[in-house]
């Protein structure tokens, strides 16, 4: 298995290089004024000094959670509860993490974010079963801090403050998703070096992510300026946000698909590790594997909607969903009691992380497009509900069955509930073909061929 994820994970970034590659030759010319601005260039720095160790301390925790609570000696079944206790944090603070960073501050929240998150690891030395549950309600909450504290603080400073221009901010955004994937890869392989190399511990990555989250609380404290977003009453926001839900057949079939398909990627992120650890698999090489095909996802995406291929998102947000059902399916059979073949189920696990990186693009730009920007909080709200609430029945569902057929149900389970969301977006995609707000716009004509006579 290590010299599998290794190849594995060579392969896949050197294929997302070249991809990247071809995606700029084929992008149309476009010299953008951004970074050219010296001023911009040096907000953009001390955004991303604060934001991306926040991220690195953040995926240096994913490769070894399962194996900590099992090193602790926890039942499978323990550990599942463990995981609810997080969704259901997350579902919680999800709600109301909006509201809390505009009347708590932004710059305020981000620093909570180091303090909890930090606590959050620290937990990580206990092995009372309460305490981790404890430290599973502060990741909770400090994910919900993370997804969104930083961005609203930087789109603040962006308009109100320094008054960019707002077609500059995905400049910035794009950027941090690069190095995110980036970090994401090295991650892996820096939690498999502290774990395994020094033979530190599956908790020894949470001890490290520690400086990685005082450092950006640091830098947020000295360099950022405080800011506050406008006070909305929850009860308004969700109301307005449940009357655009059930009054756009598109907003609800993309809610559908969203609480499907990612119910099913928190499962998989709790069943990996027990499929693949039994076999040798080092976590931490294996996770690296998983974000480069991510980001190789990621990249499809781009290269399939540049200039050259124009292909449409509801397109590649259906190629997810099949290649997520398919993937599942291989795992039904791969992970059959005494007849497992991890090379099969590395091969799946592959395939869903790659399905996810064409997944949240192309998610994004059609949310983007049919939710308006003042319902979008309010709509978001219940997209997250159902899909926690999935992912923690499923969780609950593998609590109360046995080890050796549980795994395998629940990969059956989740691939009935992909084929509900194939049928989902199977209904998108017959409306995509007549609304053209779920396509991409026409490239725009040339300027030669727009000022040429016509012809006689």
């Not at 709600?95 to 929240?109: A, C, E, P, V």
Request: aromatic content about 12%; glycine content about 8%; hydrophobic content about 50%.
């Amino acid at each position: 298995m290590l010299l599998a994820s290794c190849s594995a994970c060579a392969l896949l970034l050197a294929t997302c290089l070249a991809l990247e590659l071809a995606t700029r030759r084929s992008r149309a010319p476009a010299a953008p004024p951004a970074p050219a601005n010296p001023a911009f260039r040096r907000f953009q720095r001390g955004y991303y000094r604060v934001y991306l160790p926040a991220l690195a301390a953040d995926w240096l925790q994913g490769p070894y959670l399962y194996k900590l609570y099992q090193h602790y000696r926890f039942l499978e079944g323990q550990i599942a509860i463990l995981y609810v206790c997080g969704f259901a944090s997350s579902v919680f603070f999800g709600l109301i993490s909006s509201f809390l960073i505009d009347r708590l501050g932004r710059k305020k929240s981000c620093v909570l974010f180091s303090l909890t998150y930090s606590a959050c690891c620290l937990v990580k030395l206990s092995r009372d079963y309460l305490v981790l549950a404890a430290g599973r309600v502060l990741g909770g909450l400090s994910t919900a801090l993370l997804f969104s504290a930083f961005e609203a603080w930087y789109v603040h400073e962006h308009v109100e403050r320094y008054d960019f221009p707002a077609e500059w901010i995905p400049v910035t955004f794009s950027r941090a998703a690069f190095w995110n994937n980036v970090i994401a890869v090295g991650a892996g392989g820096a939690a498999d070096f502290f774990a395994e190399g020094l033979g530190l511990g599956p908790v020894a990555p949470f001890m490290v992510s520690i400086p990685l989250l005082v450092l950006s609380g640091v830098f947020a404290v000295k360099n950022w300026e405080e800011n506050y977003g406008e006070k909305r009453a929850f009860s308004k926001t969700c109301g307005d946000g449940l009357r655009r839900l059930l009054a756009d057949r598109r907003v609800l079939l993309l809610g559908a698909i969203q609480a499907l398909f990612e119910s099913i990627i928190y499962i998989f992120i709790f069943l990996w590790t027990p499929v693949l650890d039994p076999h040798g698999a080092p976590l931490g090489v294996v996770f690296s594997a998983f974000m480069a095909a991510s980001a190789l996802g990621s990249s499809l995406y781009r290269l399939a909607v540049s200039t050259r291929y124009r292909l449409q998102p509801v397109h590649l947000l259906s190629l997810a969903v099949l290649l997520l059902f398919f993937s599942l399916f291989m795992l039904v059979f791969s992970t059959s009691p005494g007849q497992e073949s991890p090379a099969e189920s590395f091969l799946a696990f592959l395939l869903i992380e790659l399905s996810c990186g064409l997944y949240f693009p192309a998610m994004g730009f059609l949310r983007r497009k049919v939710v308006p920007e003042k319902d979008r909080l309010g709509v978001m709200n219940w997209f997250r509900l159902p899909l926690n609430l999935l992912a923690c029945l499923g969780l609950l569902v593998l609590h109360d069955s046995d080890r050796q057929t549980g795994t395998r149900s629940m990969f059956g389970g989740c691939a009935a509930v992909a084929l509900l969301a194939l049928v989902a977006v199977g209904r998108l995609f017959a409306l995509s073909r007549h609304d053209a707000e779920l396509r991409l716009p026409a490239p725009p004509a040339p300027p030669d061929a727009a000022d040429a006579p016509p012809e006689p």
